[in-house]
Nanobody, 111 residues
Framework: VQLVESGGGLVQPGESLRLSCVAS????????INWFRQAPGKERELVAA????????SYADSVKARFTVSRDNAKNTAYLQMNSLKPEDTAVYYC?????RGQGTQVTVSS
């Protein structure tokens, strides 16, 4: 089982990033995908979730209307589109499939 996140980086407030989570070693379409983030000194936060088919999504209040989670089961990939980024979005972002997690990708929002 492997999950690999990518797409993080350093951006200015108000800019956008698109994170990807590529899965291998398991039947991707059988798992809901959760995106978490963790900032230094803070607890892990569930940012967004998407059901196995992609028909149901949910978001933390802190990112609602700014972030969009999606998935392409044919490509074994989940995405997190992040718009209007704020400094408080700075964190390492992880995708989870059940208990499996990738290595994370750093997102830094700073002017």
């Amino acid at each position: 089982v492997q999950l690999v996140e990518s797409g993080g980086g350093l951006v200015q407030p108000g800019e956008s990033l698109r994170l990807s989570c590529v899965a291998s070693g398991f039947l991707f379409s059988s798992y809901a995908i959760n995106w978490f983030r963790q900032a230094p000194g803070k607890e892990r936060e569930l940012v967004a979730a998407i059901s196995r088919t992609g028909g149901t999504t949910s978001y933390a209040d802190s990112v609602k209307a700014r972030f969009t989670v999606s998935r392409d089961n044919a490509k074994n990939t989940a995405y997190l589109q992040m718009n209007s980024l704020k400094p408080e979005d700075t964190a390492v972002y992880y995708c989870y499939a059940s208990v499996y997690r990738g290595q994370g990708t750093q997102v830094t929002v700073s002017s």
